[in-house]
């Protein structure tokens, strides 16, 4: 079922690029299908948004407030620790990456087939390890 959302947007790309980008970004927030990653989430949101798929604006708002709510509670918790060794507060710096605001429809389209060629090329690369470690543990008596 999780595979499902990739093999959608690799159909997307061609028919809606933006949707496609949106869609991909929403799995990378998320972590359906891929493994969780809000860069990815932010960079593929934002390129939709700049498509014009307005979704997209609504879902970085949610990254935005996500991203802040993990910033506060690392600085809790890094705090609580310098406290407690006598050192002190840590103060941060936010820093927004930049995602370019211009792009053509050909661009991101081909900025969404190298994204999922890496998504398919990372699962084949896993399927493989697991069905070495499998065939290892077999040999080994451990299963």
Known sequence: ???DNIYIIEKL????PSRAAYLLGRSYQVGL???KNLEQAKKWLTLAR??????????????????R?????LKRSINKVFSRL???????????AVCSTEISQDNLQA???SEVI???DKRINNLKIEQENDAESMFLGIK
């Open 13 to 16: 790309i061609d028919v809606d």
């Open 50 to 67: 700049n498509q014009g798929f307005y979704s997209a604006k609504s879902a970085l708002l949610f990254l935005k407030i996500q991203n």
């Open 86 to 96: 006598s050192i002190g507060s840590i103060f941060f710096d936010r820093k927004e």
């Open 1 to 3: 079922m999780q595979e």
């Open 111 to 113: 900025l969404l087939k």
């Open 118 to 120: 890496k998504i398919h």
């Open 69 to 73: 709510t993990l910033l506060t509670t």
């Open 33 to 35: 299908g891929i493994d």
